[in-house]
């Protein structure tokens, strides 16, 4: 019953990288997000899309970069990863009629990232 | 959309109800309160919401003052596996549905 996954559960990666993270939903949504959770900070929205290749910058899209090709796929993309980015990174979906009434958000079970 | 405040954190004994308070007092008219919570090393997952009615679902209830000011997020019988940090949102119909967390409150449940 899976709705939202997330490719990787425990990322490891060296900095410098290009990582990508990746984000699938099977619900026909039209929104989807991308947060970063840290201790003590909370989630924070980096990037989201509300529609194929539209994507709006949150509020820290500093170092990161979206890609939504296809309805179903938001990936997000770290361009030189750097240590400050070890996180724990959510996706959500939800549709527009979700915005105010509906059934909210649904999330994935997060990546956790640690760079090195 | 709207602040909202939480009380940091709060127990329960298991098998009672748990009343989490939320403060939205610049809540406008069409913003609507919704209610999260994220029990350790998962996602957020959507508990309830609601706009100016009491709602109750399978989870829990959700009761918002006639002035729309305040919620309280109620679980009626508390197990073990309610323990989690819950999350107060107010959303606005025209933000895309962008969910502003807070801190939250940290519930424990002791048994």
């Known amino acids: 019953d899976v709705k939202v996954t997330q490719s990787s559960r425990y990322l490891v990666k060296r900095t410098g990288e290009k990582v990508f993270l990746e984000c699938v939903q099977d619900?026909?949504?039209?929104?989807m997000f991308w947060y970063r959770q840290d201790p003590g900070l909370g989630l924070r929205l980096i990037y989201f899309?509300?529609?194929?290749?539209?994507?709006e910058k949150g509020d820290i899209p500093e170092g990161y970069s979206v890609s939504r090709e296809k309805k179903e796929r938001f990936s997000l993309i770290l361009e030189s990863a750097s240590t400050n980015q070890t996180s724990m990174y959510l996706c959500?979906?939800?549709?527009?009629?979700?915005?105010?009434?509906?059934?909210?958000?649904?999330f994935g079970s997060g990546t956790r990232l640690t760079v090195v | 959309d709207a602040k909202t405040t939480q009380p940091p954190s709060m127990d329960c004994a298991e098998g009672r109800a748990a009343n989490l308070p939320c403060n939205h007092s610049?809540?406008?008219?069409?913003?609507?309160v919704y209610w999260y919570r994220q029990i350790h090393s998962q996602g957020p997952q959507y508990i309830i919401h609601?706009?100016?009615n009491n709602e109750t679902n399978e989870m829990a209830s959700l009761i918002i003052t006639e002035d729309r000011k305040s919620s309280t997020l109620i679980l009626p019988h508390a197990t073990l596996r309610d323990t989690a940090v819950y999350y107060c949102?107010?959303?606005?119909?025209?933000?895309?549905?962008?969910?502003?967390f807070g801190q939250g409150t940290i519930l424990t449940v002791h048994p």
């Open positions: 949102i107010g959303v606005g119909g025209t933000s895309y549905g962008k969910l502003t």
């Open positions: 899309s509300y529609d194929v290749k539209m994507k």
């Open positions: 959500a979906s939800s549709s527009p009629g979700t915005g105010g009434r509906g059934y909210g958000y649904t």
């Open positions: 609601g706009l100016k």
């Open positions: 619900m026909d949504h039209e929104n």
């Open positions: 610049t809540i406008s008219g069409n913003e609507y």
